[in-house]
């Protein structure tokens, strides 16, 4: 199980690792790049050929400002691309937001919410669930979790207020 994730700037990064760290905790093994669409088109055309190779099953890529990298990473595959928008400019992200969102018809990206990486992770694992029983499982055991500790809550506000 591989993924690829590729985000714009190292000043990213921080943003970004939620969604390594998820990936990397069911088991699915990552490639993580640092190249721009704008400043390093030609390195990120080579990964992509890479990606398009080596067996990955989809990729994540993240860019604040005018976050083209996405748009130009699903350009170079037919394989699913999430895109998060990053937060960091005077726009505070709706810049990266509007820019990843209004892909033209035929070049999709999956976008996810500004500083969505977690969210990210468990679409990648979604699309790698469909077929990997074991990430489905890991997947439905966790909801099962989060299901109980939110219940936990509830019965907790319940007894506080009542
Ligand atoms: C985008 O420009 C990057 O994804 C980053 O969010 C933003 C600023 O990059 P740096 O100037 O911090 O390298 O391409």
């Known amino acids: 199980m591989k993924a690829a994730v590729i985000m714009g700037s190292t000043s990213d990064l921080a943003k970004v690792e939620p969604a390594i760290d998820i990936l990397k905790k ?9 190249l721009s669409a704008h400043r ?16 990955t099953e989809v990729v994540i ?4 400002m005018a976050a083209a ?20 400019s005077v726009l505070d992200g709706m810049d990266a937001l509007m820019s990843i969102v209004q892909m033209p018809p035929g070049i999709p990206v999956a976008t996810v919410a500004i500083n ?4 990210a992770a ?7 669930a469909v077929k990997h ?7 439905l055991d966790d909801r099962r979790a989060m ?11 319940q007894a506080k207020y009542s």
Do not use: W
């Open 61 to 64: 890529a993240a860019a604040g």
């Open 69 to 88: 990298l996405p748009g130009v990473v699903a350009s170079q595959t037919v394989l699913p691309v999430i895109g998060v928008p990053l937060s960091g």
């Open 116 to 119: 969505g990486s977690k969210n």
């Open 133 to 139: 029983d074991e990430i489905r499982k890991a997947l």
């Open 40 to 55: 390093a088109h030609a390195g990120l055309s080579e990964f992509m050929k890479e990606v398009n190779e080596n067996g």
């Open 122 to 128: 468990y679409l990648a694992l979604q699309i790698i």
């Open 147 to 157: 299901e109980e500790s939110a219940m936990k809550a509830n019965e907790e506000v």
């Open 26 to 34: 069911y088991g699915v093994e990552v490639n993580v790049r640092c």
